[in-house]
């Protein structure tokens, strides 16, 4: 071909070409561009959830102290040893009672006192009871009252919450009441002997558990009983224990039983304790109760457990993961699709994180559709073209899809505009 041909058209190429790239990166380009994406989604609800993990041992939920006052008599024996197991209401040791009439009204005070705090808390649980929220604030409504009153999720979370907490506060109390119903018969019991002119009196266990000590020399307490239910104690540094607060939900677990183990935080020691932390800093005690339905057979004080304390949750809320949130000083945004076939760089609220996700306060609703990998998506108002999945072109797909989508796809694909 004529060098003279050539070399003009070489020329008118590479200006054609210079041309356009000038007018499509050019800021105030008119010029329409397109963008790729390679992955979308509608955006959908989940749980996230952050927790703190502890090693940390077992101990008796309760002990017991019981003492001898040598004003009431003379010592007689002990009727148990060291590590064996009693009941409520098993016998403990004897005493030969010198000045009955005193003893009498000593027990009298003590038998009214139990009285008094028994008629107080059941006067406690029965305004928890009144706490617990109604079957209304929980059932599920109908289909009529859901189209003019929507359910209200976080309310309904709200209360199964509160009425949670409230059967673990009213189990509480109740097992405080058992445990002064049986101190009261014990001492109704031993009136009961010193007014039948019986001067052998017996005392007699108020707990459930295994003897922990007996003093032989009369030390006071006399009798140590530790109860064979057995809760989680822990050590929290001065970081940590900003995190954990009483209520919080916790997963025990243990070598010595298969299933993973539900409780609460009961109890966040305000003042440190005497020992140091790992790091050097200030240690303060934490206890941990397990939740009713477990079964503990298989656990004894002593035993080391690994928690994991919920410090934070969320629950059926939006979320996208982080690589999905596009960045710009303190403000975060996601590449939403619109309705018009559009890219819309649009400014959400994040909440908490968790694992690579981010829960989304405001800005989205659920089942929008969201770019997520935004990193090449920097084209507000933009049309977006997407890849061809070949893979999901088969006979089989082709064969059940209605031939009227087929047909409407083809000419929106031909004959479309932008």
Not at 309 to 331: F, N, Q, R
Request: net charge negative; aromatic share 6%.
């Amino acid at each position: 071909m004529n060098k003279k041909i050539i070399y003009p058209a070489i020329i008118l190429c590479i200006a054609f070409l210079a041309v356009n790239v000038f007018l499509i990166e050019k800021a105030d380009s008119k010029v329409d561009r397109n963008s790729y994406i390679s992955s979308w989604k509608p955006i959908n609800t989940g749980n996230l959830q952050n927790s703190l993990e502890k090693v940390a041992s077992l101990a008796s939920s309760q002990e017991s102290y019981v003492y001898f006052d040598d004003s009431f008599g003379t010592f007689q024996e002990f009727l148990v040893k060291e590590g064996d197991e009693v009941s409520a209401g098993s016998d403990l040791f004897t005493f030969e009672s010198e000045n009955t009439l005193s003893q009498q009204q000593a027990l009298e005070s003590e038998i009214q006192q139990l009285e008094d705090e028994i008629d107080s808390i059941e006067d406690h649980i029965g305004d928890l009871r009144t706490l617990r929220p109604s079957a209304s604030d929980t059932r599920v409504p109908s289909s009529s009252s859901l189209d003019e009153f929507p359910p209200d999720e976080s309310m309904e979370a709200s209360a199964l919450e509160i009425d949670y907490y409230v059967e673990q506060e009213i189990a509480a109390k109740e097992l405080e009441m058992n445990r002064l119903e049986n101190k009261a018969a014990n001492f109704e019991r031993q009136l009961s002997d010193l007014q039948s002119y019986e001067t052998t009196l017996t005392v007699q266990s108020e707990l459930e558990g295994v003897v922990k000590k007996v003093s032989r020399e009369l030390d006071n307490p006399v009798i140590v009983i530790a109860s064979t239910s057995p809760v989680v104690e822990g050590e929290l540094n001065e970081q940590e224990v900003l995190q954990v607060m009483e209520g919080q939900e916790t997963i025990v677990r243990s070598t010595a039983v298969k299933e993973e183990l539900n409780g609460f935080v009961t109890d966040v020691a305000a003042l440190p304790s005497e020992e140091e932390s790992e790091d050097g800093g200030s240690s303060y005690p934490f206890q941990v109760e397990f939740s009713e339905d477990q079964e503990l057979e298989n656990l004894r004080p002593g035993f080391h457990v690994s928690l994991s304390i919920v410090t934070e949750e969320a629950k059926d809320v939006l979320t996208v993961s982080e690589g999905s949130l596009v960045m710009d000083g303190a403000k975060k945004y996601l590449i939403v699709v619109t309705e018009a076939g559009k890219l819309e760089k649009r400014e959400v609220t994040a909440g908490m994180k968790s694992n690579g996700r981010v829960e989304i306060q405001q800005g989205i609703e659920k089942e929008e559709i969201f770019v997520k990998d935004p990193d090449s998506m920097d084209l507000p108002g933009s049309t977006f073209v997407t890849p061809v999945h070949f893979d999901r072109l088969t006979n089989s797909a082709l064969k059940n899809a209605d031939r009227h989508t087929i047909l409407e796809n083809l000419l929106l694909g031909i004959l479309e505009r932008k």
